[in-house]
């Protein structure tokens, strides 16, 4: 049988013994009259973590996005945000769907967004264009390979937008903080709302948060109903959350050192498509292949499994289910694989 190391995303992560055990013995109660106090204490603890006023529990990442743009916008407005992030190309139109926006999509190719280009969008208000509502940018950026921001660079996108709210995915906020050494605090700062989920390299098995000012936060309740969202005894989640927020964040360190080698291996074994094993700071391979899609077929065969974000693009994801030997035999597998010729 041959070996199979699942890198396909660190979605596939499964709760650890600890979670199961807070699971099972959690307080819970009706959610839906605050009366939950596992989800309370998950709720305060992220608050608190990156600093803002307070914080709502919600089912997925996809939800706290949409929830944020629907606190954020009225339909007609324009958001600003680069073209591969999730709120624009992974969530099925979800934005359009939920709150009849549209988006200004910028290159984000590196992760970053580019200070002048979102200045322009914002400047062509005055050429007949939509209202500019907010700005969204993802940190750690998933399609450029889990690239962090830098932290001044967020805060002078922050200042240069004036009184425009920055909304920050932060779906790896916490890979982000482990490769950087910023502290979560100091990058959601220049953000007026933030989320995070639980459930990709922090192991939980479901859950994202929200966070942001109070008053934001119980609009984003009233959302989190209307899209479906609001939960009862919530807390034998929450709990799991409660587990990743306290353990799972400085073993990211870990995955981000076998996404490196990882990286070294690929990039050695696809000469073809210039990648730069040194642009793998977190968790996340990526890079194009001309076949990218044939790669991914073939490295299945071998047990290396993986996937693709765009047409031409693989993706390789380091996650706690990953261990060094995974990635000795991945880097085995890698040493004598070529695609075949089609
Ligand atoms: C995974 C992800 C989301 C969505 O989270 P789900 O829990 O899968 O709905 C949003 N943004 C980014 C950057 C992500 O990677």
């Known amino acids: 049988m041959t070996r199979r190391v699942d ?15 807070a699971m099972a013995n959690a307080p819970v109660g009706d959610d839906g009259y605050a009366e939950d106090p596992t989800v309370n204490a998950l709720e305060e603890r992220f608050a608190q973590i990156v600093g803002k006023d307070a914080a709502v529990f919600v089912p997925s990442g996809v939800m706290a996005n949409q929830i944020a743009v629907r606190v954020l916008t009225r339909p007609g407005d324009l958001i600003v945000a680069g073209r591969g992030q999730h709120v624009v190309s992974f969530e099925m139109g979800a934005s359009a769907r939920n709150s009849s926006v549209q988006f200004a999509t910028l290159d984000d190719t590196n992760g970053a967004l580019e200070l002048s280009d979102v200045l322009d969008v914002i400047e062509a208000e005055g050429d007949h264009q939509p ?10 950026h998933m399609p450029s390979g889990g690239t962090p921001w830098d932290v001044a660079a967020l805060r002078a ?18 890979n982000a903080v482990v490769a950087t050494g910023t502290s ?21 098995p479901v859950g994202s948060l929200l966070a942001g000012p109070a008053h934001m936060m119980e609009a984003a309740r009233v959302e989190r109903k209307r899209l479906g969202g609001a939960m009862r005894q919530a807390g034998i989640l929450a709990a799991a959350g409660l587990v990743a927020l306290d353990t799972m964040i400085d073993r990211l360190g870990e995955d981000h050192r076998r996404a490196r080698q990882l990286a070294e291996a690929f990039s050695a074994a696809f000469p073809e498509s210039n990648y730069d094993p040194a642009t793998c700071r977190t968790n996340i391979v990526a890079f194009n292949h001309p076949r990218a899609r044939q790669v991914v077929d073939e490295l299945v065969l071998r047990g290396v499994e993986g996937g693709t974000v765009a047409p031409r693009r693989v993706r390789f994801v380091t996650h706690a289910g990953v261990s060094d030997d995974d990635v000795a035999y991945a880097v085995e597998v890698l040493r004598d694989f070529r695609p075949s010729a089609t």
């Open 157 to 174: 996108l922050a200042q240069a937008i004036g009184g425009r709210p920055l909304y920050l995915d932060g779906a790896r906020l916490f």
């Open 7 to 21: 890198l396909r995303s660190d979605t596939v992560t499964q709760p650890t013994p600890a979670m199961r055990d």
């Open 184 to 204: 979560a605090q100091d990058f959601c700062a220049p953000a007026t709302l933030v989320m995070t989920c639980l459930s990709k390299g922090l192991c939980a």
């Open 131 to 140: 209202h500019v509502a907010m700005v969204a940018v993802e940190n750690t």
